[in-house]
């Protein structure tokens, strides 16, 4: 369950990041491969395209977040297209290790504890709504 001021907090700071949504794209894989290089072959070489999905898909999160009815379907089927691409339950925590560190250097001192908490539950409950979608997927797949 997220709390109302989450919301506000996450959705008020991510309107700070899409003015900067390519640089915070560049931030976000490079740490990513830097914290989990095992990861980097999942993706494809080029990734101007998968930078653009990851904040379009971002975006539409945040902004979907009061509205948890239609999001939770969405993220639940985007949970298992990402098992089709080799991600695994244990990727999540890096993918928001990683995302943390890219909204604390994209928004800097705006990012205070208070908005770093925010993040880390809204990511929690979005990773685990995904994640019921990667079992369901190895499910069908086994």
């Not at 250097?105 to 880390?120: C, D, I, Q, S």
């Amino acid at each position: 369950m997220l709390l109302a001021n989450d919301i506000m907090l996450v959705q008020t700071s991510f309107a700070r990041v899409m003015p900067i949504s390519e640089a915070a794209a560049d931030l976000f894989y490079d740490r990513l491969f830097e914290v989990a290089p095992q990861v980097r072959h999942l993706f494809p070489t080029d990734l101007r395209e998968q930078k653009r999905k990851l904040m379009s898909m971002l975006g539409a999160a945040v902004g979907a977040l009061n509205e948890p009815d239609a999001l939770i379907p969405k993220l639940k089927a985007l949970g298992a297209r990402h098992v089709t691409y080799g991600a695994t339950t244990a990727h999540y925590d890096v993918v928001g290790e990683a995302l943390l560190w890219t909204l604390e250097r994209g928004l800097g001192e705006a990012f205070t504890a208070e908005v770093r908490k925010a993040w880390t539950s809204v990511y929690n409950v979005v990773a685990a709504t995904m994640q019921p979608g990667t079992a369901e997927e190895h499910d069908t797949q086994v």
